[in-house]
């Protein structure tokens, strides 16, 4: 599957290719110069070719000896209160880890309407293998449950990560969200907004920050004010509890990119240019205001992908996704080898 890649940050550009053609030299001893130049601009450029492939291997060789720990896996830990309802996420912790880990949170999909953490558990352990602090969690679910519950839950999710961060051996100043779908929404949610913003919630740990230091977003909606399908036009009408035209305001509150600004922290965005939930206009428009305000990352957009992307597109990005939070979190090496399958919720 093809693929195009979008930077944001300062000096926001969209590569493309360029045609160069060269002319023809009249004189003879222009020839030969010219000559003799590509003769060393050949060797410069194998000189560099040369470096980034003994900087690849020796990566590459780094992650294949790079440590793989043992994961201790709790289920169902409560980590807070919404409506009276206990929240509960599953824990996966590396085993022997003498440094404090970056922690990742792992938000399912589902149209905010259904799945569970039990999607995303089998992510979080590879995580862990890999010396994350990785929770896969339960959110409160529309339409019982409308916004902003569930950016709520998430945020007490954070909140409870760093309460407990020195029994879990967890460095809270390197935080990450990963989501899918509604999860992906929810997830930038993590990383744009502050308490200033009036999304904290009360269930718990409210001494504790929400903010994430990294986000990964797949499919994930930015602007809920948009051209949308029928499908997508009544999935916002089930999870705000009005249409667009009756909650406008609400819709904009519930918009990642109505909060960007330049204290946001890096993000990565996957967009299928097929997708009939969320176009792919949606990432780009969150690129644009990411790049704005001079906020790291950068957005893939999968061509013809749709809102579920292919077994193979799925463990090709999801091993881009944890390099990145690598790149961001530094947690030292990563090393995944899951080929992840896709959660039954990803399929709404």
């Known amino acids: 599957m093809s693929r195009i890649q979008l930077r944001t940050g300062p000096g926001f550009l969209l590569a493309a290719g360029v045609a160069l053609a060269a002319a023809v030299p009249l004189a003879v001893e222009y020839k030969k110069a010219e000559f003799r130049k590509a003769e060393r601009q050949d060797a410069e450029q194998k000189k560099v ?12 060789d780094s992650k294949q000896e790079g440590r793989k720990f043992e994961v201790e896996f709790r289920p169902d830990v409560v980590f807070g209160t919404g409506a009276g309802e206990e929240l509960t996420l599953d824990l996966a912790m590396p085993k022997g880890s003498i440094a404090e880990a970056p922690g990742l949170v792992f938000i399912h999909g589902g149209s905010w309407q259904s799945g569970n953490k039990d999607d995303f558990a089998g992510q979080a352990k590879e995580a862990a293998a890999a010396g994350y602090l990785a929770v896969s969690i339960n959110y409160r679910l529309a339409p019982k449950h409308l916004f902003p519950a569930q950016v ?4 007490c999710a954070v909140r409870w990560l760093r309460a407990h961060a020195g029994e879990l051996r967890l460095d809270r100043e390197r935080i990450g969200a990963f989501g899918w779908s509604s999860g992906g929404h929810l997830a930038l949610m993590l990383g744009v907004t502050e308490p200033s913003d009036g999304l904290e919630g009360d269930g718990g740990w409210g001494d504790q920050s929400s903010k994430v230091q990294a986000v990964v977003s797949y499919v994930g909606a930015t602007h809920l004010i948009g051209d ?8 916002l009408r089930t999870f705000l509890g009005g249409t667009m035209d009756e909650k406008r305001e609400l819709y904009l509150q519930a918009s990642p990119i109505s909060y960007v600004d330049a204290g946001d922290p890096p993000m990565l965005l996957f967009a299928g240019t097929n997708d009939p939930l969320v176009q792919y206009d949606q990432a780009f428009q969150m690129a644009k205001a990411l790049s704005d305000a001079g906020v790291s990352g950068r957005v893939e957009f999968l061509l013809g992908a749709g809102h579920v992307f292919s077994p193979q597109e ?14 961001a979190l530094g947690p030292g090496r990563v090393e995944i080898n899951s080929r992840p399958t896709t959660p039954r919720s990803l399929l709404r």
């Open 49 to 60: 070719d040369q470096a980034i492939a003994d900087q690849t291997k020796a990566r590459d």
């Open 152 to 155: 709520e839950d998430c945020k």
């Open 228 to 235: 949308f399908s029928i499908a997508s036009v009544n999935i």
């Open 314 to 327: 799925m463990k090709r990005t999801m091993l881009e996704a944890m390099e990145f939070f690598d790149e």
